[in-house]
C-alpha cells in the first residue's frame, strides 16, 4: 500500500490554465506538507497543515491554494499557471513537530508549462 | 545565509567501498533535527536517517551512519559498502526548533557507484 499518494504523477498544461493536484496519505499523520522542486533540485517547503489547520505558508503567491478536507487529504490548487510554475511538487506527510518524526514523501508530481 | 549546506555536488565511489556525503548546518537553536533523504533517478524522495540535537551517540540504520558533530556544526552522513543501487541524489535537511516543523533542505549531492 502506497503510503503517501500524489495524483496526476505527470501535468502538462498551458499557461494562464488552472489545475490541482490531489494528496492522500494513509499513515495516520496529523501534518501534510507541500514542496516544491526546482530544475536544480532545490527543494523548499511552500505549504503544512496539522489537522486540517494552515500551520505554515511560505512566500508562496496566492495564485496557489492549499485545501484540506480532512486530515488525510491536502490538495494543492494552482490558478492562472505560468512559465516559472513548472517543478516538481511533492506532497509529504509527518505525525508532526514536537517529535523527531520524518516526513514522508510522496513520489512527486511533475508539473510541464507549454 | 545557507541553513544548510553540502559541499559536495558530485562523488563518484567505487562499489563496496565506503563514501561520506558532507552536510553543515546553521542554526542558534538549541533544539534541532537533522535528515538525510535520497533521491534515486525515479524521483521520489526516501527518507534515509534521523540525529537529534540532543541525541548523543550517533544514529545508524543498516548501512547508512551520520557522523554528528555538533560543536562543528556537521552532520555527515556515511555510505558504508556502497551498492550500485545506492547511486542518487542525496539530500540533507534540518528542522529548527522543537516546534517548527518545516524541513530545510541543502542543495543534493549526487552519488555515483561504479562497478
Known amino acids: 500500500d502506497t503510503a503517501v499518494s500524489q495524483t496526476p504523477k505527470y501535468l502538462v498544461t498551458q499557461m494562464g490554465n488552472d489545475k490541482s493536484i490531489k494528496c492522500e496519505q494513509n499513515l495516520g499523520h496529523d501534518t501534510m506538507y507541500w514542496y516544491k522542486q526546482d530544475s536544480k533540485k532545490f527543494l523548499k517547503i511552500m505549504f503544512s497543515?496539522?489537522?486540517?489547520?494552515?500551520?505554515i505558508n511560505e512566500t508562496v503567491p496566492n495564485r496557489f491554494s492549499p485545501k484540506s478536507p480532512d486530515k488525510a487529504h491536502l490538495n494543492l490548487h494552482i490558478n492562472s499557471l505560468e512559465l516559472g510554475d513548472s517543478a516538481v511538487y511533492f506532497c509529504?506527510?509527518?505525525?508532526?513537530?514536537?517529535?523527531?518524526?520524518?516526513?514522508?514523501f510522496g513520489d512527486g508530481t511533475r508539473l510541464s508549462i507549454l | 545565509a545557507q541553513k544548510i549546506t553540502q559541499t559536495q555536488p558530485g562523488m563518484f565511489v567505487q562499489e563496496k567501498e565506503a563514501v561520506t556525503l558532507d552536510c553543515t548546518y546553521d542554526?542558534?537553536?538549541?533544539?534541532?533535527?537533522l535528515f538525510w533523504y535520497k533521491q534515486p533517478s525515479s524521483g521520489e524522495m526516501i527518507f534515509l536517517i534521523y540525529q537529534g540535537s540532543y541525541d548523543e551517540q550517533n544514529a545508524t540504520e543498516g548501512r547508512y551512519s551520520l557522523n554528528f558533530q555538533k560543536a562543528r556544526k556537521s552532520a555527515n552522513l556515511v555510505i558504508s559498502a556502497s551498492q550500485l543501487g545506492d547511486s542518487a541524489m542525496y539530500f540533507c535537511a534540518m528542522r529548527e526548533g522543537m516546534w517548527r516543523d518545516k524541513l530545510i533542505f541543502g542543495t543534493g549531492t549526487r552519488l555515483q557507484v561504479f562497478p
Open positions: 497543515y496539522n489537522n486540517k489547520e494552515l500551520i
Open positions: 509529504a506527510s509527518s505525525q508532526g513537530p514536537g517529535e523527531p518524526w520524518p516526513q514522508h
Open positions: 542554526t542558534s537553536d538549541q533544539s534541532y533535527g
